[in-house]
């Protein structure tokens, strides 16, 4: 639409024509019948957003000259008698005109905030003559003492910011940007409605008439979103994740408005959301049940809360979690490995790896690797659909969005003993077995100094590795490095703000192992403190020892490439004999021998039995624990 066809523009030139800019004063007792003004006014209300109002000359007269008083000279509150004396001359003549301003009142171009009293001004069809004469008298008299405003909606629309609700109303949408923008134009006139509320202090009372179009205004939003979405094929990921979580209309406009005060990069807390959806205190009160620590939203991670600052201390900060955003926002990726990448994306929780080591080149007993292959079973095909004939476990279709599928079995392993002895390679390992990526997270991560912060890292990690299993075609394997401190045995005597803590976060990781689908793998260094309740949550336990003589030397030759320069003249029986290292030590001290080796010169520069003697011996010097660290011949 070009400027000299707005409705903003048109009505600034009609405007003009009552006010001496030279002068700086409005001019009164304009002949409105000149044919520049007739012109202007056949022109204004001809406009499409502006014919369904069907404003006749005066009124289009009125609202010109108020749209110039606000626009340009920046006045935002307009005297009734002030505004009528442009047309009808002084301000005792034009109370006999009252009712054209009452006229357009009622239509919610403009409102009195003063004015605002129980029952509003609107006028029920049914309204009996004598009744609404009453009423229309009631608001003369009042406008004779308040001022007026420009309703925010009606701005909106001059504005170009509001679209028309019956445009397009019948055609389905095209993308997802098209249907998120109804959303927001629904959110955004429900919050309008509940702001003015707010704002007045009137949420005991009913809603008045500027009020009630706001929320009227919304509700045609809604319904022209239904009825698209009922003529689009397409299931955007909006609807996806309101479906998967079975969201209430409620949890949805919550979840809606916490996305578009994200791309606005807006601050949320919960007295803006309780506002949004309570209509008086008392719902208001019982609405927090919405967004506490217990609600859907909250428990399935598409919310997060934090406390807010000092400087912004209404209440609880709220948040969308940013993968649920991206997943709204955007197109969902056609491959795993990229929908992988879109959930995690700056998540510093997790470090995702594609694991190059294979199960065979695990160095364990055989009896514990047969263990392991066998407890993977139930992923082969053959092996799954046995075991579910058996009725072992269920493998029914769950719905995922509109799209059902087959979700994964649940399998959690947890594996214990000294550091160093293999627990994170044969979990790599199991992971490439499978044809997984593996999904890193070291427990110690979740705790934090504030209070309520750590339970609430706990419930992400789960809740983000949930979305991910349902998600993907292959999710990863989950592995909870050092769970040590969180699976150990819970606490009797809560004296203290970090028992309750301690205590708090293990019921979390008991309940989410419960309903766990994919593969977990725990590791543990002390599993002799290992509380029973966790202990019946796997399915698979496994003690990892400190690798043999045997075994010592097949670590040297898995971790001591043959690419260094004189791997190939080691002597590796000797150093299995003579040092009792482990894997991970192994891995060390070949790193800082080869270190020490390459910054050597000339013949030198490379790799001797010496170098790597040597840090063994520091290794084992600078263990905790090292007195116990046998160096030296094994009888």
């Not at 609202?63 to 002030?82: F, H, M, R, Y």
């Not at 006229?103 to 001004?121: A, P």
């Not at 891995?587 to 020490?596: D, G, L, P, Q, S």
Request: a negative charge; glycine letters at 6%.
């Amino acid at each position: 639409m070009s400027n000299t066809h707005n409705p903003h523009t048109l009505l600034l030139q009609l405007g003009e024509l009552f006010y001496d800019s030279e002068n700086d004063q409005k001019i009164l007792n304009v002949d409105i019948q000149q044919p520049k003004i007739k012109k202007l006014w056949k022109k204004i209300s001809s406009l499409p957003i502006l014919k369904p109002f069907k404003f006749n000359h005066t009124e289009t007269i009125l609202i010109s000259c108020a749209w110039l008083e606000t626009v340009k000279n920046g006045v935002s509150q307009i005297d009734p008698l002030d505004l009528l004396s442009r047309i009808y001359g002084d301000r005792q003549q034009s109370i006999d005109y009252l009712d054209t301003i009452v006229s357009l009142v009622e239509r919610n171009i403009f409102y009195s905030q003063k004015k605002r009293i129980h029952g509003g001004t609107n006028f029920s069809p049914f309204t009996s003559a004598h009744e609404k004469e009453k009423k229309v008298s009631v608001l003369k008299s009042t406008l004779l003492e308040y001022d007026i405003h420009f309703h925010r909606s009606f701005v909106k629309l001059l504005m170009g910011e509001e679209q028309n609700i019956q445009c397009d109303a019948k055609k389905p949408y095209k993308d997802n940007k098209e249907y998120l923008s109804d959303w927001f134009q629904y959110v955004e006139n429900l919050n309008d409605c509940r702001y003015n509320d707010y704002q007045n202090g009137l949420m005991d009372i009913d809603l008045n008439e500027s009020d009630a179009n706001d929320l009227l205004k919304a509700m045609e939003w809604r319904g022209r979103i239904f009825s698209r979405s009922e003529l689009t094929d397409e299931v955007f990921p909006l609807q996806d994740v309101i479906d998967e979580y079975s969201l209430d209309e409620t949890e949805a406009t919550i979840l809606i408005y916490l996305v578009k005060e994200d791309m606005d990069d807006n601050n949320t807390d919960s007295d803006d959301v309780l506002q949004l959806i309570s209509r008086n205190q008392h719902e208001k009160y019982q609405n927090r049940e919405y967004i506490s620590d217990d609600s859907k939203l909250v428990k399935s991670g598409l919310i997060e809360t934090t406390e807010s600052s000092f400087f912004r201390s209404k209440g609880t900060d709220l948040r969308i979690a940013s993968d649920i955003v991206r997943h709204i926002i955007l197109k969902s990726p056609a491959t795993d490995g990229d929908r992988l990448k879109q959930i995690l994306k700056g998540d510093n929780l997790f470090t995702i790896l594609a694991p190059k080591q294979t199960f065979d080149e695990l160095i364990l007993p055989s009896e514990m690797k047969d263990t392991i292959r066998f407890g993977l079973g139930q992923y082969e095909q053959n092996v799954d659909s046995v075991l579910t004939d058996w009725g072992l476990y269920d493998t029914s279709m769950e719905v995922v969005g509109k799209v059902k599928r087959q979700m994964e079995p649940g399998m959690l392993m947890l594996f214990s003993g000294p550091p160093g002895t293999g627990k994170t390679f044969a979990a790599g390992a199991i992971a490439k077995a499978l044809g997984k990526n593996l999904l890193i997270t070291d427990v110690s991560k979740v705790q934090s100094m504030w209070v309520g912060q750590s339970e609430k890292n706990v419930r992400r990690i789960f809740t983000v590795f949930e979305r991910i299993v349902r998600r993907t075609e292959n999710p990863p394997v989950l592995l909870l490095n050092e769970a040590d401190q969180f699976l150990s045995k819970r606490l009797n005597n809560t004296g203290t703000s970090v028992d309750v803590m301690f205590n708090s976060m293990q019921n979390l990781f008991l309940e989410a192992f419960e309903k766990l689908r994919g593969v977990l793998i725990a590791t543990t260094n002390m599993k002799e403190n290992l509380d029973t309740a966790f202990s019946r949550r796997f399915h698979l336990k496994l003690d990892f020892p400190m690798p043999g003589e045997v075994g010592r030397e097949a670590l040297w030759k898995l971790h001591l490439p043959k690419t260094i320069p004189g791997s190939d003249e080691m002597d590796l029986h000797f150093l299995a004999k003579q040092y009792q290292v482990t894997g991970g030590q192994i891995t060390i001290i070949v790193k800082n021998a080869a270190t020490e080796a390459a910054s050597r010169k000339g013949k030198n520069k490379i790799l001797k039995l010496e170098d790597l003697m040597k840090y063994c011996e520091i290794e084992a010097a600078s263990m905790f624990g090292s007195s116990n660290m046998k160096i030296g011949f094994e009888a």
